[in-house]
């Protein structure tokens, strides 16, 4: 019997395979992680990458032992004679702040700008833009408290939204205090629901003892029917005067950059370690209740994870499978994925050497692809055409006498003379319309430059 992959998760197919979507076309998260990286890195920000599974504590310190990820939905890894102590990991921030303290970056200038890319794991009841194993941008700052550190992470977030063309996005922003003010909204949520315990779900129960803020996070309707009922007070009449100062700032800054924005008392990050700025991305083409992404000041959890000092830090994540369900609901085209800038024939089996060779010493230069064995004219052009080539020189034994060669141009049906030794000189006035591939970074293509 066949093998099938497991639920929840994707393969990433090559453009072109019978069964492409946009979030499981290869080049389309090439695509993302690209204009991520061009955005994150022109900023300042570092590429950075931690381990897939880490020590389980790490995540039911970091994520938080209250959470849905750290009850239900963590996958445990084993290996032989292993006590199964570990995870795969459901986020980035953990990780990365672990990194940070276990590497001794706080060395290097702060605020340090770090950002990375990955699969995350999550146990999770499957459906559309909710998987099991999903992938993540990440951006994350150490090392500084500043408002305007935090206005930049929410600017960056809408520019990589922008950068990839996506345009109903909508930035919904609130705070959630410094602990003493979180102690009294919890304490004020504790009186409110206690009369009412038997209407609340059996998660929210426990989280009234644990986490009374985390009630207002549930899923569930039993518990949304409620908070309505009551009348709820946000969060943010219980800021402080260091919070409130703090996120006014924010907006400030938001606001000089013309960030748009709306304040949204709903949003809940009911964590220890989480402070003052929480935000989420949203869009209506993936539904209300599912972000394109989150993100959020934590300025307590470089001690929750051991450190003796305390660190500041905010960041935040994309789910890319998001993104491109986004980009599909307003049907904005990706660049398609370049085809070879040359591809090379020959038309006799003692010249397929030779037109391996020229495919070869045009890849230093751009994409180019060569045909395994001789070809007729006919098959080679077909061939050539499938996989999306410019120009297709074909080789026969009076291309090698004289040196010189004949490339069709696809694209506008002319054929051109070119000498051999230019062909490099006439192939890279072409460059700027056949970038390399769009996930070579590496290399300098017309745009980066
Ligand atoms: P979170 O760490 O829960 O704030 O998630 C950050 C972002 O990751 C969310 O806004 C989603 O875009 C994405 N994400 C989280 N969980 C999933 C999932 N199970 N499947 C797909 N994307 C997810």
Do not use: C
């Not at 276990?102 to 794991?121: D, E, I, R, S, V």
């Not at 009412?196 to 644990?210: F, I, T, V, Y």
């Not at 994540?317 to 020959?346: D, K, M, N, Q, T």
């Not at 141009?409 to 000189?425: A, E, F, I, K, S």
């Amino acid at each position: 019997m066949a093998i099938n992959r497991p639920k929840g998760t994707q393969d990433h197919l090559p453009d072109g395979s019978p069964k492409l979507s946009l979030d499981t076309r290869a080049s389309a998260f090439a695509f993302v992680r690209e204009t991520a990286r061009r955005v994150l890195e022109r900023a300042g920000a570092q590429f950075t990458d931690t381990p897939l599974f880490e020590e389980a504590e790490l995540v039911q310190r970091g994520v938080g032992g209250s959470t849905d990820i750290v009850r239900k939905e963590m996958f445990t890894v084993y290996y032989f004679g292993d006590h199964g102590g570990f995870i795969l990991r459901p986020e980035g921030t953990a990780g990365l702040v672990r990194s940070y303290l276990q590497n001794g970056l706080k060395q290097l200038p702060a605020p340090l700008k770090l950002w990375t890319h990955g699969p995350m794991f999550r146990a999770e009841n499957v459906q559309k833009g909710r998987l099991r194993q999903f992938h993540q941008v990440d951006y994350e700052v150490l090392g500084s408290a500043d408002a305007l550190v935090d206005a930049e992470a929410i600017a960056l977030m809408t520019e990589v939204v922008q950068a990839l063309g996506v345009r109903k996005v909508k930035v919904k922003l609130g705070s959630i205090g410094d602990p003493e003010d979180r102690e009294a909204y919890n304490a004020y949520l504790r009186e409110l629901f206690t009369p009412h315990l038997e209407a609340l779900s059996d998660d929210s129960k426990d989280r009234l003892g644990r986490n009374p803020m985390r009630i207002l996070d549930s899923k569930s309707a039993q518990d949304q029917a409620l908070i309505a009922e009551l009348g709820v007070r946000p969060m943010l009449d219980f800021l402080g005067e260091g919070a409130r100062t703090h996120f006014v700032q924010v907006r400030r800054h938001l606001d000089a950059w013309g960030v748009n924005y709306e304040v949204d008392p709903s949003i809940v990050r009911g964590l220890d370690y989480y402070r003052r700025t929480a935000w989420e991305l949203h869009h209506e083409g993936v539904g209300a209740k599912s972000a394109l992404g989150g993100g959020g000041r934590y300025d307590g959890l470089a001690q929750e994870l051991g450190s003796k000092e305390p660190v500041p830090g905010i960041g935040w994540a994309f789910g890319i499978e998001r993104l491109l369900l986004a980009l599909e609901a307003e049907g904005v085209p990706l660049p398609a994925s370049p085809g070879p800038l040359l591809y090379v024939a020959a038309m006799d089996e003692a010249n397929v050497g030779y037109a391996a060779t020229l495919a070869r010493s045009v890849r230093a230069l751009a994409r180019a692809e060569f045909a395994y064995r001789a070809m007729k004219p006919a098959a080679a052009f077909r061939d050539a055409e499938r996989r999306g080539a410019r120009f297709v020189a074909l080789i026969g034994s009076q291309e090698v006498e004289q040196d010189s060669l004949s490339l069709k141009d696809l694209q506008t049906g002319q054929q051109v003379q070119v000498p051999t030794r230019d062909l490099q000189g006439f192939l890279g006035g072409y460059l700027g319309a056949n970038p390399l591939t769009p996930d070579a970074p590496s290399q300098p293509t017309q745009e980066n430059l």
